[in-house]
């Protein structure tokens, strides 16, 4: 049985003043993530997973992630602050993108975006304020959304981390990810959550420090 999750009296985030992670993914994403975030303490950092579903299978996504996990998960609403400890997933059929203050920011979905929610808009709004202290992770899925987001977190000097393929049920988004050169680390699935909390303690230093983890 899973702890029990942590109420939501942690602090809120301002951008940079903790780390924040990025998880994007589709095909594939909502088995990923109910193995992965199970595994994970609670994170001194705020988490976001961008899953490419409609508005009402991210809020079923949310809840049947907060049952299990030992971190408290919330779909994320218009205008809330963001608070360390949390996990918040994208709500679906809109983009989400995170604003200096650490504030979420929802906006009406494009036909010109791969896929929705976008991985690449909310990853590179990440990028943009929080810098060096932001890290990307890019599940299994169909297709190339978070390829130009891990751009954005690399050039701003955060991590960016991959599920390898064999245990990617679609490998299109961990390899065009990979492709971009901007990926620190490939691993399977199952080294996910020790490699997230390795890579929390090591943002914004030598990269040489995650890549001897993985």
């Given at each position: 049985?899973?702890?029990?999750?942590?109420?939501?009296?942690?602090?809120?985030?301002e951008?940079?003043?903790?780390?924040?992670?990025?998880?994007?993914?589709?095909?594939?994403?909502?088995?990923?993530?109910?193995?992965?975030?199970p595994?994970?303490?609670?994170?001194?950092?705020?988490?976001l997973?961008?899953?490419?579903?409609?508005?009402?299978?991210?809020?079923?996504?949310?809840?049947?992630?907060?049952?299990r996990?030992?971190?408290?998960?919330?779909?994320?609403?218009?205008?809330?602050?963001?608070?360390?400890?949390?996990?918040?997933?994208?709500?679906?059929?809109?983009?989400?993108?995170?604003?200096?203050?650490?504030?979420?920011?929802?906006?009406?979905?494009?036909?010109m975006l791969e896929?929705?929610?976008?991985?690449?808009?909310?990853?590179?709004?990440?990028?943009r304020?929080?810098?060096?202290?932001?890290?990307?992770v890019?599940?299994?899925g169909?297709?190339?959304?978070?390829?130009?987001?891990?751009?954005?977190?690399?050039?701003a000097?955060?991590?960016?981390?991959?599920?390898?393929?064999?245990?990617?049920?679609?490998?299109?988004?961990?390899?065009a990810?990979?492709?971009?050169?901007?990926?620190?680390?490939?691993?399977?699935?199952?080294?996910?959550?020790?490699?997230?909390?390795?890579?929390?303690?090591c943002?914004?230093?030598?990269r040489?420090?995650?890549?001897r983890?993985?």
């Amino acid at each position: 049985m899973a702890e029990t999750a942590r109420p939501l009296t942690v602090a809120r985030c301002e951008a940079g003043d903790t780390p924040c992670v990025v998880v994007a993914a589709s095909t594939g994403g909502p088995a990923a993530l109910l193995k992965m975030l199970p595994q994970i303490s609670p994170l001194d950092g705020c988490l976001l997973i961008v899953q490419h579903m409609p508005a009402y299978h991210t809020a079923l996504l949310a809840r049947e992630l907060a049952a299990r996990s030992r971190m408290p998960v919330k779909e994320a609403e218009d205008g809330e602050r963001l608070v360390a400890g949390v996990a918040y997933v994208a709500p679906g059929s809109t983009n989400l993108t995170i604003t200096a203050c650490g504030a979420v920011n929802l906006g009406a979905a494009s036909r010109m975006l791969e896929g929705c929610p976008s991985a690449d808009l909310a990853m590179a709004s990440v990028a943009r304020h929080w810098g060096r202290r932001c890290l990307g992770v890019v599940l299994t899925g169909m297709g190339r959304d978070g390829s130009k987001g891990v751009q954005a977190i690399r050039k701003a000097g955060g991590l960016v981390v991959a599920q390898d393929e064999a245990s990617s049920l679609i490998y299109g988004m961990p390899q065009a990810a990979i492709a971009t050169g901007c990926v620190d680390a490939v691993v399977p699935l199952t080294r996910l959550p020790e490699l997230i909390q390795e890579a929390l303690r090591c943002v914004g230093e030598e990269r040489r420090s995650l890549i001897r983890a993985s």
